[in-house]
């Protein structure tokens, strides 16, 4: 049994050999058991080939833009996989639908929220895909968790650390460490 290096592969398109990469994702869910959601969404998540890095706290958040619906809890993920951010896209979308998420009313309630918010330092803005995720910075409810698992990760196009977006941002919607005796 030998190993082979990547230079004795011949494949002239490098961007064809499969990297991981490392992700921050975001789930949420404000309809049925919120908690147990958010821990079936990460277990379908590592069925997928997806390493779990870190995890941050539970986080339970007022909704924002439709206002008139069950608290949200929220939660920040770390990941590492091989597929790029559209193929992760559908993944996603295809868990989310598994989990019974009807998309009836924009920013309405849902069992099921996964949504890319950073792919390691990476811009990419295509039809599909938007990343760094286009509401990142005006939104608490996914700063807090991202600031308590890396702090230091800087915006790829705002240049800023984490920790100062959350510190700098205007959302004044509520959002507090969740006490699982709550639910």
Known sequence: MFAITKNEIPIKDESIIAT????????G?????????LVQAVSLLQKNDIR???AS?????SPV?????PWFLNQVIEIETNMQPESFLIMAKKIEKSMGRK???QKGPRCIDIDI???ENRVIQTKKVQIPHPELEKRKFVLTPLKEISPET?????EEKIEDLWRKCQDTSSVVFFKKSNE
Do not use: C, W
Request: aromatic content about 10%; proline content about 2%.
């Open 20 to 27: 991981r990469m490392k992700y921050f994702i975001s789930l």
């Open 65 to 69: 833009g439709f206002t008139s619906q």
């Open 57 to 61: 706290s539970v986080y339970e958040a």
């Open 29 to 37: 869910s404000n309809l049925g058991d919120r908690r147990k959601n």
């Open 154 to 158: 800087i915006h790829p196009v705002l």
């Open 52 to 54: 779990i890095l870190k």
């Open 103 to 105: 998309r009836t009313i």
């Open 117 to 119: 918010l950073l792919v």
